[in-house]
């Protein structure tokens, strides 16, 4: 059993920088999930996604504490709070639609210094508290964030995961949130779109993961993840206490504030889905 151990575990290297993970995909395509399953090694700090805002004390964090409670953030939340504040308020409203025609959007001297900052502040912050993770999650997906983040951070140390769901379950998670069919579709496709090219122009390695694996062949993707991040991704069977996202379905969240019950089948499509919206949605994916 030992010996088993001693093969499995991945042991870092002292001091070395913790790296990023970055999701990529569509809203609703499972990426808070992903966050999660990631923990199961516990070297993984999972933050889900920094471009969202914090928005009360007492809002609860996925670690089962409110805000003000929660150790990663109770002494840090004002001073996060005002550094994403600096480094996204020119940059969070950029349409997708700019990466069109360009590889990358060149950002200003000023945000280029805040995104730089935030960074180090996480980085820091999880370092302090996790002296050994190797890596912290950002489950943001937004091309705006992913092209800041290459800006200021060598690309050797982010990793991007790319997740994908198909287009039924996808489109009938936006129709349960309230929205409305043609616009979820058409966003989620241009965005699929947008994140190839913005990949394959920059020429960036990732690792595309799919949700609809998940309930039967979770092994399988647990693996693939586990070589490309060398860490040891499985099956969370406890809580290594290493995620605090406040972003997300809060279902999801409040799941992982208990132990992991597995994953359901992915079929409530079936009768969120009217028949031609299941027609279209067949004929795209
Ligand atoms: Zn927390």
Redesign the pocket.
Known sequence: MESDQMQHTYIPPKNQPVRMVFILGNSYSGSTLLGFLLTSDPGIVFLGEIKSNVRRDKQL???G?V?DE????RQYVATFRALKESAFKKIRYFSPLRFIFRNTIKLDTETLSHIRELHSSITRRVADQYPDAAYWVDSSKSLWLLNAWLQVIPREEIKIVWIKRNLKSNIASFLKRGHAFFPSLLGAMLNKWLTAKFLSRNQLESLTVNYDHFHQHFQKEANTLSLFLKREIKLPTHDHHNH?ATSGNSGTRKTFTYPFHGFRADTEWETVLSPWQKKITSWLD
Not at 70 to 73: A, D, H, P, Q, R
């Open positions: 964090c996925s670690c504490q805000i929660c150790t990663f953030y605090h």
